[in-house]
Structure formats: structure tokens, C-alpha cells
């Protein structure tokens, strides 16, 4: 008799795998989108700085995600942040930072408002590439340790 075999049998158990997939890869991706705000914030165009800085915190919270049970959940928020938010305290913490910086990201890519405040931008940039660190660090997320 012939053996069946679920088509979905050969990947049981990598969830993990895919976890840690999505995470390294927004990982870099976080990491390159930070080099470029820091390249548009020294050629001052802030509004792409502010673009590439506030995407590199959307990747950040996506690695953050993939990597935790949220990621596992059925009808998640459509907002990284709110579904960052899920995740725990600190992420909590770090989704409304970021959140704060929506409206401002949004109106500039519209064209509703100009360039962005230096001091505004460069803030973001700070903000972003300390929670990279972080994500990166494991430091105050103890899961990515384990």
C-alpha cells in the first residue's frame, strides 16, 4: 500500500527556523535602511532621513516580532506598532516612541508638510538605531537570548 505523506509534514518544526529567517533578514535590512538615513541626514535631506530612519524602526519591530509568539497569532493588528506593543512592556515602550513619529512621516511623504526639523530627525535616527542595538543585543529582550 502506498504511503501518504502530508505535503506539509517535511517542514514541521522550523517554525523556528522561519522565525529566526525573518528576524536575521529584517535585521539587515533595518541596518542598511539606518546607513542610508544617516547618508541622506549628512547630505541634509531630511525627509529622506526621516523616511529611512522610520523604516528602519518598522524592520526593527518586524525582527522583534517574527521572533516572538505574537508572530504565531491569527487576526494580529494590521500596525507593526500595535502588534509590537503585543509582544511585551519594553515593546511596548518602543511602539509609542515610534508612534509619535507617524503622523510626521506621513504628512512629509504626502507632501502635506516640508523637510522635517533637523533636530526631529536626527532624535528618530538616535531612537532607531538604539533599538536596532537592542533587538540586536538581545539586551532587553530575554527571549532572543534563550
Given at each position: 500500500m502506498?504511503?501518504v505523506?502530508s505535503?506539509?509534514?517535511q517542514?514541521?518544526?522550523s517554525?523556528?527556523?522561519a522565525?529566526?529567517?525573518?528576524?536575521?533578514?529584517f535585521?539587515?535590512?533595518a541596518?542598511?535602511l539606518l546607513?542610508?538615513?544617516?547618508?541622506?541626514?549628512?547630505?541634509?535631506r531630511w525627509?529622506?532621513?526621516?523616511?529611512?530612519?522610520?523604516?528602519?524602526?518598522?524592520?526593527?519591530?518586524?525582527?522583534?516580532?517574527?521572533?516572538?509568539?505574537?508572530?504565531?497569532?491569527r487576526?494580529?493588528?494590521?500596525?507593526?506598532?500595535?502588534?509590537?506593543a503585543?509582544?511585551?512592556?519594553?515593546?511596548?515602550?518602543?511602539a509609542?516612541?515610534?508612534?509619535?513619529?507617524?503622523?510626521?512621516?506621513?504628512r512629509?511623504?504626502?507632501g502635506?508638510?516640508?523637510?522635517?526639523?533637523?533636530?526631529?530627525v536626527?532624535r528618530?535616527m538616535?531612537?532607531?538605531?538604539?533599538?536596532?542595538?537592542?533587538?540586536?543585543?538581545?539586551?532587553?529582550?530575554?527571549s532572543l537570548?534563550?
Amino acid at each position: 500500500m502506498a504511503q501518504v505523506i502530508s505535503a506539509t509534514a517535511q517542514f514541521k518544526g522550523s517554525r523556528a527556523a522561519a522565525g529566526a529567517f525573518k528576524r536575521d533578514r529584517f535585521l539587515t535590512q533595518a541596518g542598511d535602511l539606518l546607513s542610508q538615513a544617516r547618508a541622506m541626514a549628512a547630505a541634509e535631506r531630511w525627509d529622506q532621513a526621516l523616511e529611512f530612519a522610520y523604516q528602519t524602526g518598522l524592520r526593527t519591530a518586524g525582527a522583534r516580532i517574527a521572533d516572538s509568539a505574537v508572530s504565531k497569532r491569527r487576526r494580529l493588528p494590521s500596525s507593526a506598532w500595535e502588534q509590537l506593543a503585543m509582544v511585551g512592556a519594553s515593546e511596548k515602550d518602543w511602539a509609542e516612541r515610534f508612534r509619535g513619529y507617524s503622523r510626521l512621516r506621513s504628512r512629509v511623504a504626502s507632501g502635506l508638510d516640508d523637510a522635517p526639523d533637523e533636530e526631529v530627525v536626527v532624535r528618530l535616527m538616535a531612537l532607531a538605531a538604539e533599538f536596532l542595538a537592542e533587538v540586536e543585543e538581545g539586551i532587553v529582550f530575554g527571549s532572543l537570548a534563550a
